[in-house]
């Protein structure tokens, strides 16, 4: 950078920081390169970049008047929440402000009699089922990072998780939302059951930062479930693990959750902090749960059962109490973490396939990761065919990083050649921009950018996320690559 734009830079830097300073006061507001540096990525750390600052509103007027100074001088900025999204949704490319929604983190109101909470986005997910238990109720859509992702991030990321295969992922339960928009205007959406107008909760629900930054959100809460039974199911090959997964849901049991893991997540889970002694050797285990009024729930549980006899089961065990069942799901629930107990670094991959095509793409992801020479895990959300590879390698030797990318692109082709798509859960982010091509059409991509336009016309609002290049003739900003500026790209 020359003499000169360094110069305006940081001038431009001093004066955001004297009114971010002066609108939210000096400890919401960091601006040095050693706090910055947390701030580079999200939970995908293979792409980083410095943000010029980052700023912490208390109050949905607080993010008002950020956003709106912001917008006025052109600057990008990007909502974050816990900062655990696998996409790099919160990760800058360099120079955007990032709006933390962090001090916004309590739970406003709780309506048992119409079963609705009202909650700020940083609100810890897990937090709202601990915070309602007391009185029976529940918070159903559970992300494996439930401990720490807030709810505004899961609205954003339209988050799913191990329940969502009977209850439904994140847009199933929202019921409103407050939201500040581009330029800085609040707006409230939803709040009236089949409102007439087009669906903006459905459009805001998993739009990745990229249209508005949510400032409150309504959720449905449920009465937690009269019965429960927890079953773990040990088998000698994946391909049997697989077709219990699509036999059960043709038996026509919808099962609170299947969740899968193969051979090498189980040698991951088993040396890592929340070992269960799955025994050695398995090829596969399957987590089933069906919850319910009592009277139906032992019927659900031998049908299970049976289907999992025909396919070669070599043990189940049901849950004999919560504890046990709380040990399973902590196993799982904290498998991917786990795979540094076997690997010096692993990327994430979140495909969805048809689930009777399992069998088959799990086979073509063995190929995949034995072409490679990488080892691949595979622990997913198995009921929905909500699939998540786990390519590990070693960063440190060279071309071993851009490998597991290539690898990761591969396992996703695998999910699109036989109908499924490129993420289940965790977004798109940076990391499948290009991947987007593999189901959308040039044509598709630029009607979405059109709706995107709508919401945030000037490209600021979480800029050049989730869409691919070429950018469309016209496209303002983008922040690429710049390091601590931004630059303008595409030609009028
Ligand atoms: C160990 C582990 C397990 C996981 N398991 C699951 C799982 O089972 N299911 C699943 O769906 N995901 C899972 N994830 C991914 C991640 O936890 C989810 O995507 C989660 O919803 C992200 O929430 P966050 O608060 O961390 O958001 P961040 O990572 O901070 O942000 C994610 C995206 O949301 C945007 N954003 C954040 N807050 C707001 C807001 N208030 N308004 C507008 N936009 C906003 C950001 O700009 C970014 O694009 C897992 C991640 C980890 C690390």
Redesign the pocket.
């Known amino acids: 950078m020359n003499e000169r734009r360094v110069r305006a830079m940081s001038e431009k830097k001093t004066a955001l920081v004297e009114e971010m300073t002066r609108l939210l006061g000096k400890d919401a507001v960091l601006h040095r390169d050693a706090d910055l540096i947390t701030y580079e990525c ?2 995908l750390t293979v792409f980083r970049g410095m943000p010029l600052a980052v700023v912490f509103p208390a109050t949905t007027e607080e993010v008002s008047d950020v956003v709106k100074w912001l917008y006025a001088r052109e600057i990008p900025f ?10 790099g ?2 990760t800058p490319f360099g120079g955007e402000v990032i709006i933390s ?1 962090v001090r ?1 983190k309590q739970l406003l109101h709780v309506d048992y009699d119409n079963r609705e909470a009202v909650v700020q ?2 609100y810890i ?1 897990l937090q709202l089922t601990n915070s309602i238990t007391h009185k029976g109720f529940y918070y159903a ?6 401990a ?15 329940h ?1 295969l009977k209850y439904g ?2 847009t199933n339960h929202v019921l409103g939302l407050e ?1 500040v928009m581009h330029d800085g205007e609040i707006v409230e959406l939803g709040g009236v059951p089949d409102a007439p107008g087009y669906d903006l909760l459905g459009i805001l629900t998993g ?4 249209l ?4 409150s959100i309504t959720v449905s809460i449920l009465k937690q479930p009269e019965s429960k039974e927890t079953a773990l199911a040990y088998f000698d090959s994946v391909e049997d693990a697989s077709y219990v997964v699509s036999d059960i849901i043709a038996a026509g049991i919808v099962p609170a959750a299947i969740e899968m893991m193969d051979e090498i997540a189980i040698q991951g889970v088993e040396r890592a902090t929340n070992p269960v002694g799955h025994p050695e050797g398995l090829k596969a285990v399957l987590i089933m749960e069906v919850d319910g009024i009592a009277a139906g729930i032992e019927d659900q549980i031998n049908e299970m059962v049976n289907v999992c006899e025909h396919h070669n089961v070599k043990e189940i065990k049901v849950a004999q109490d919560d504890r046990e069942r709380g040990k399973w799901w902590a196993n799982r ?2 498998a ?2 786990a795979m540094g107990a076997i690997s010096p670094a692993y990327l ?1 991959q ?1 495909g969805v396939i048809p689930r009777s095509r399992l069998s088959e793409v799990l086979a073509r992801i063995a190929e995949i990761s034995a072409e490679s020479g990488l080892r691949i895990a595979n622990v997913f ?1 198995a009921g929905d065919g909500n699939l998540h590879p786990l390519i590990l390698f070693d960063a440190r030797n060279e071309g071993e990083t851009d490998l597991a990318l290539e690898v990761g692109t591969k396992t996703l082709e695998a999910c699109t050649e036989v109908g499924g798509s490129i993420t ?4 798109v ?1 940076i990391e499948k921009k290009e991947d987007m091509r593999l189901v959308f059409t040039e044509e598709e991509i630029d009607r979405q950018l059109a709706v995107r336009d709508v919401f945030n016309p000037n490209n600021l609002m ?1 800029p050049d ?1 989730q869409f691919p290049k070429p950018a469309r003739c016209g496209e303002v900003k983008s922040a690429v690559g710049s390091g601590d500026a931004y630059q303008t790209v595409g030609q009028d």
């Open positions: 999200d939970g990007i909502p974050r929440g816990a900062g655990t999204g696998l996409s949704g919160a929604l916004m986005p940083g997910n859509p559970d992300p494996s990072s439930q720490n992702c807030t709810i505004g991030g899961n609205v954003a990321e339209n988050a799913g998780g191990a969502c992922v994140t939201v739009s990745e930062g990229m508005g930054i949510v400032t629930k904290t991917f973490g994430v979140d959300h289940g859960e965790h977004g982010g979480n996320k």
